[in-house]
């Protein structure tokens, strides 16, 4: 059987096996543990006996988990939206088929996925497979993609769900996924420093080494360009957003003039300084309703703390930046 070209030190049947989770024939159980790792799902055994031989293994860092898992069977798996986080996977051996939206994607040894978040998904996991997991969170990958682009980001990053294995650039994601892979199955200790740097390779690399919604614009050279008053009130935004700001406000602690400063940021940019501002504010709105607890604060308090006096706008402008209503970020 075709293997993975996965080259960790550690033997791919010792990956990760101190670190067992899940051993079970019970579909309900595999069901639970996946639910636990992932989100709600519906699991189903194709042969219609409800029996599985399920083994999960799975380790988290920073902002990553990271697993070996595998069913026995055939089964299919119908997972709820993936609301905070994407999911890399990446066969050892056998295959599966990934129905994602409109796209459909044979994954094996040569074929991994990358599965964004807020898309629907099915997973048709044949039997005898086995397979690599990565789960980012997505403010993690959103919070790397803006320190990159120096600006905050308009849309969801939607990344292209095939991952060839078998190319050059599947070569370097490979060996940094077997570095990632070793160190987490042979230290049970690791450092923070150790950890952050982990996690900043991934995450770079994905983004750097993967077609996604932005990979255009990250290779382009004009944001590093930027003079140096965009970027002085880009950080006064970032500082002052809370407080009520405006254009002259923006010129004035640049040092020039607004005519100036709305061309710089269309120009650098593709925004408008008090879009921008907006974009900011979004996001401290959503940092905060992720903190909430529900009961504890109201979705219209939390809007007006952040200088959104029309609600209406204000839903409609949240639902296109983050796919959900700010009270379903709430209630979640």
């Known amino acids: 059987m075709e293997q993975l070209s996965f080259r960790p030190v550690t033997p791919p049947e010792a990956v990760l096996a101190r670190y067992e989770i899940c051993h079970t024939r019970d579909l309900e159980e595999a069901r639970q543990v996946g639910e636990k790792i992932f989100c709600a799902n519906r699991l189903c055994s194709i042969d219609g006996r409800g029996s599985v031989d399920a083994r999960v293994y799975y380790r988290r860092f920073g902002g990553i988990g990271i697993g070996r898992m595998s069913y026995g069977g055939a089964v299919t798996i119908t997972p709820g939206v993936l609301d905070t986080f994407a999911l890399i996977q990446m066969p050892i051996y056998g295959e599966e088929r990934i129905e994602q939206g409109q796209k459909s994607v044979l994954s094996n040894s040569r074929m991994g996925t990358v599965i964004n978040a807020h898309t629907p998904i099915l997973i048709n996991h044949a039997p005898n ?32 769900s095939s991952l060839p294995l078998d190319t050059e650039a599947g070569a370097r994601w490979l060996r940094m996924v077997g570095w990632v892979y070793d160190s987490l199955s042979l230290d049970d200790e690791l450092s923070p420093l150790l950890t952050a740097q982990m996690e900043a390779g991934l995450v770079n690399l994905l983004l750097t080494n993967h077609p996604h919604s932005y990979s255009s614009e990250l290779c382009s050279d004009g944001p590093s360009l930027a003079p140096a008053f965009v970027k002085r009130v880009e950080r006064y ?92 970020t709430l209630a979640r």
């Open 237 to 328: 935004i970032e500082d002052h957003a809370h407080e009520p700001i405006s254009i002259v406000d923006m010129a004035e602690h640049a040092g020039v003039s607004s005519r100036s400063l709305f061309t710089g940021f269309r120009r650098y940019r593709n925004t408008s300084p008090m879009l921008y501002l907006k974009e900011v504010r979004l996001r401290h709105v959503n940092e905060e309703l992720q903190r909430l607890c529900p009961g504890s604060d109201t979705v219209t308090a939390v809007a007006f703390r952040w200088g959104f006096s029309h609600l209406g706008h204000f839903t409609t402008d949240y639902k296109r930046r983050f796919g959900e209503s700010p009270s379903e």
């Open 129 to 160: 497979t086995e397979k690599l997991i990565i789960r980012v969170d997505r403010s993690l990958i959103e919070r790397h993609c803006q320190q990159m682009l120096g600006r905050t980001l308009r849309s969801n990053i939607e990344f292209e």
